[in-house]
Nanobody, 126 residues
Framework: EVQFVESGGGMVQPGGSLRLSCVASGFTFSSGDMSWVRQAPGKGPEWVSYIESDGSRIYYADSVKGRFTISRDNAKNTLYLEMKRLKPQDTALYFC???????????????????RGQGTQVTVSS
C-alpha cells in the first residue's frame, strides 16, 4: 500500500522558515516523480513544486519561486520542502503526492497524481 506521512508544519510569523518532510512507503520511491501541493481553507488545491525521480528536473509555482526549495533523499524515502520568507498567503495544508502525468495547458503545466498524504498544516500569522 502506497503511503505518505508528512511532518514539519506549524505556526510561524511572516518572514519565518519551516522545513516539511514526507516519508514514503509501499513503492519504489526512487522511481517516483513527486510534488508538493497545498490547499488553503475554502480554496482548491494549488500545485507548489515538482521534482523528478532522480532530482534532475525541478519546477516551482511562481508564487513560491525563490523562497521554497524542494529536495529528496531516495536512500531515506523522503521528500522535503524548505520554505523561507513565509507569507500569510502561504497558509495552507501541505501534502506530498506521487506524480503520474504532466500535461502542458494554456495556463501552465498540470501535474496529475495518484496517491497523496494527509498533509501537514502551515500557518503564517503575526
Amino acid at each position: 500500500e502506497v503511503q505518505f506521512v508528512e511532518s514539519g508544519g506549524g505556526m510561524v510569523q511572516p518572514g519565518g522558515s519551516l522545513r516539511l518532510s514526507c516519508v514514503a512507503s509501499g513503492f519504489t520511491f526512487s522511481s517516483g516523480d513527486m510534488s508538493w501541493v497545498r490547499q488553503a481553507p475554502g480554496k482548491g488545491p494549488e500545485w507548489v513544486s515538482y521534482i523528478e525521480s532522480d532530482g534532475s528536473r525541478i519546477y516551482y509555482a511562481d508564487s513560491v519561486k525563490g523562497r521554497f526549495t524542494i529536495s529528496r533523499d531516495n536512500a531515506k524515502n523522503t521528500l522535503y520542502l524548505e520554505m523561507k520568507r513565509l507569507k500569510p498567503q502561504d497558509t495552507a495544508l501541505y501534502f506530498c503526492a506521487r506524480v503520474t502525468l504532466i500535461t502542458t495547458t494554456e495556463t501552465g503545466d498540470r501535474y496529475d497524481y495518484d496517491y497523496r498524504g494527509q498533509g501537514t498544516q502551515v500557518t503564517v500569522s503575526s
